[in-house]
């Protein structure tokens, strides 16, 4: 039996016992793919939808994916709900929250008010203390495992440049000083991938959390860079900061603490900087193992952040350098 067929029994088993009144007939149609083997299919039976996952458990493992969602849900993060399991078989039922996602929706106009709600998840996030500590750590090796990927996949495979003693020394400073910025941060829960393409406004007015099953035990900071520095949409840097800032205080507020606006803006900054150098990596590895071309697209985009970071921390001139050596040039505008 192929994978389709598996889909289709799977279904007609979960369906029968979910709308036992709508009869044997639904339909499947694709709703979207990930930058993992998981993709997502929409179901429909009558009047009612719901989303499939189909995440082969020769690639993927729901069980974070289980584990995670009920630790948001029960702490009232916006997230699907799960109808069905097979854990064997690869296959989530979820609940169906549309498909409208945030980057189509924001423009100049509603970006208060929907990031606003975004930055709501966040904190809900955040005040997750019962059980977020057993998250896995976003600690040395995992930070440095991310930024590795931008050595392997942009600068040796995509670039095709081998760099020499001095050069591959200057990035390991820089990633070591990325590093010692997120260690240096309150731990806290982290989704690790809080963008415009896994964010989805709500009727109801929330701001629904989706692909969250990677969530760690990390740096702050992490969070809001993934949704202020996304790599698919780019804001002008004091708009950026002035949403930042406002983070910050109410942050501060819920949790009775005091970060001052240079600290959290640095830890901000460099906290951006490693992840978009894992993002840079990522994409092309996306592209070069996966065959997922379009990820290159977003590459000058992420490069352009990574570059204005550079050039406004002196501890990052000479990383910026071998930057402007090695690849074209992109534009800081």
């Known amino acids: 039996m192929n994978r389709q067929q598996q889909m289709q029994q799977w279904l007609s088993e979960q369906l029968t016992t979910i709308n036992p009144s709508a009869g044997a007939g639904f339909k499947v149609e694709s709703a979207s793919e990930d930058a993992s083997f998981r993709s997502y299919h929409r179901v429909t039976q009558g009047n009612k939808t719901w989303v499939l996952m189909d995440a082969p458990p020769s690639h993927e493992d729901c069980a974070p994916f289980i584990e995670i969602q009920k630790l948001l849900f029960e702490n009232e993060v916006c997230v699907p709900e799960i109808i069905a399991q097979d854990l064997s078989l690869g296959f989530l039922l979820l609940s169906d929250l549309g498909s409208t996602l945030l980057l189509g929706e924001l423009n100049d ?15 809900l996030m955040q005040s997750i203390t019962s059980n977020a500590s057993n998250l896995p750590a976003y600690d040395e090796a995992l930070l440095t495992t991310e930024m590795n990927l931008f050595n392997e996949w942009f600068i040796d495979r995509h670039l095709g440049v081998t760099l020499t003693d001095n050069e591959q020394a200057t990035v390991s400073a820089v990633q070591q000083l990325l590093i010692d910025n997120a260690l240096s941060q309150p731990q806290t829960f982290v989704h690790r991938d809080f963008h415009s393409r896994n964010l989805m406004p709500q009727v109801s007015g929330q701001m629904a959390v989706i ?45 009775q603490s005091n970060h001052d606006q240079a600290t959290f803006l640095k830890w901000f900054d460099l906290m951006g900087a490693q992840r978009h150098m894992k993002a840079i990596g990522i994409f092309c590895r996306l592209n070069y193992r996966d065959g997922k071309k379009h990820y290159l697209y977003d590459i000058p985009r992420t490069m352009k952040h990574l570059q204005i970071t550079c050039l406004a921390y002196p501890e990052l001139a000479d990383f910026n350098r071998l930057l402007d050596k090695i690849q074209p040039r992109f534009q800081i505008a």
Do not use: M
């Not at 008010?113 to 709501?120: E, R, S, V």
């Not at 900071?221 to 910050?248: G, H, M, N």
């Open 109 to 123: 106009n509603n970006a208060d008010d929907l990031y606003g709600k975004a930055c709501d998840q966040i904190h």
């Open 211 to 255: 692909d969250f099953q990677d969530a760690v035990y990390g740096p702050l900071t992490y969070d809001l860079v993934s949704l202020y520095k996304d790599c698919y949409i780019a804001w002008p840097e004091d708009q950026v900061y002035q949403w930042v800032d406002s983070f910050r205080h109410e942050y501060n507020q819920k949790h």
